[in-house]
């Protein structure tokens, strides 16, 4: 069955920079498009953005919100999506989650890790 | 892109059905039928429910099922059983290639 681990959260300063990744299992981890999400304390879901599979030129696309300052990269070799987040703001201040793209779907995630920001 | 609309909590007895509505517009919800909705207990990572607006994964009950009319998708719990105690969001693909999620609806079991 797959797995997803997010890791690299933590205590970051607005305007500085954080690489979060999401290191997967149990399935081929090319063959799928990969999305990251967040979610702020006590609020709903936000997708952020994802990147597409090699076989659709493995391409990105964000949400309005992180546009210009995140950057979504996958390392197909070992398995494993990045998110790159740069220029932080206290408001990016949340649980990020990563998750499998399957039919226009999520339907596996990661457990999440906490990215706080503030001075 | 804005959120699309949820109603934010919706309540019944056991054994009673409940319907979560979710609101977008003809550039996402009403374009596509690539809406989804998740399930997510306090505390824990959403869980997959239906995708495709009608189609179940392996493993969730058949209590769960999807709808859609116009710019309005639906997910339905039949039976509710405590169990089902957890927020509720809903996705849709959008014409402009990205996803969005509703707002989240917190379902309460009586």
């Known amino acids: 069955e797959a797995h997803l681990v997010e890791s690299g959260g933590g205590l970051v300063q607005p305007g500085r920079s954080l690489r979060l990744s999401c290191t997967a299992s149990?399935?081929?981890?090319?063959?799928?498009?990969m999305s990251w999400f967040r979610q702020a304390p006590g609020k709903g879901l936000e997708w952020v953005g994802f990147?597409?599979?090699?076989?659709?030129?493995?391409?990105?696309e964000y949400a309005a919100s992180v546009k210009g300052r995140f950057t979504i990269s996958r390392d197909d070799s070992k398995s494993i999506a990045y998110l790159q987040m740069n220029s932080l703001k206290t408001e990016d201040t949340a649980v990020y989650y990563c998750?499998?793209?399957?039919?226009?779907?999520?339907?596996?995630w990661g457990q999440g890790t906490l990215v706080t920001v503030s001075s | 892109q804005s959120a699309l609309t949820q109603p934010p909590s919706v309540s019944g007895s056991p054994g009673q059905s409940v319907t979560i509505s979710c609101t977008g517009t003809?550039?996402?919800?009403?374009?596509?039928?690539?809406v989804s909705w998740y399930q997510q207990p306090p505390g824990t990572a959403p869980k997959l429910m239906i995708y495709?607006?009608?189609n179940r994964p392996s493993g969730v009950p058949d209590r769960f099922s999807g709808s859609k009319s116009g710019n309005t998708a639906s997910l339905t719990i039949s039976g509710l059983q405590a169990e089902d105690e957890a927020d509720y969001y809903c996705?849709?693909?959008?014409?402009?290639?990205?996803?969005?999620f509703g707002s989240g609806t917190k379902v309460t079991v009586l």
């Open positions: 998750g499998r793209d399957s039919n226009f779907a999520f339907d596996y």
């Open positions: 149990g399935f081929t981890f090319g063959d799928y498009a």
């Open positions: 990147i597409r599979s090699k076989a659709y030129g493995g391409t990105t």
């Open positions: 003809s550039s996402d919800v009403g374009s596509y039928n690539r």
């Open positions: 495709e607006v009608t």
């Open positions: 996705s849709s693909y959008t014409s402009s290639s990205t996803y969005v």
